[in-house]
């Protein structure tokens, strides 16, 4: 079965710098894209951050800026660089990626199970 696992939250000062990584792992014929998304207490999740599998990337305008977002395709690896951290940055950010596995006849979504991110003011 197919796994993603972000790592690197934590708790970080208003201002500071948090790298998250995202690996899928598992039986992957191919990934078309990974992104990261986001859910803080009361709120919806939204989307932060996304790349292609053609290399172009995307950032919601509330970290655009102060975040960026790379992969790694040949480690099915994805990155998020966070940046000038404010505490409206704190929530769960939940990688995702769309991708086939072997033995699947069509691409679908695969989440992680979430890293918490907490700025302190």
């Known amino acids: 079965q197919v796994q993603v696992v972000e790592s690197g939250g934590g708790l970080v000062q208003a201002g500071g710098s948090l790298t998250l990584s995202c690996i899928a792992s598992?039986?992957?014929?191919?990934?078309?894209?990974m992104a990261w998304y986001r859910q803080a207490p009361g709120k919806q999740r939204e989307l932060v951050a996304s790349?292609?599998?053609?290399?172009?990337?995307n950032l919601s305008d509330s970290v655009k800026g102060r975040f960026a977002i790379s992969r790694d395709s040949a480690k099915n690896t994805v990155y998020l660089q966070m940046n000038s951290l404010k505490p409206e940055d704190t929530a769960v950010y939940y990688c995702?990626?769309?991708?086939?596995?072997?033995?699947?006849?069509?691409?679908?979504?695969?989440w992680g199970q979430g890293t918490q991110v907490t700025v302190s003011s």
């Open positions: 790349a292609t599998s053609g290399g172009s990337t």
């Open positions: 995702n990626a769309n991708l086939r596995r072997g033995g699947g006849m069509w691409s679908r979504d695969y």
């Open positions: 598992g039986n992957i014929i191919s990934i078309n894209s």
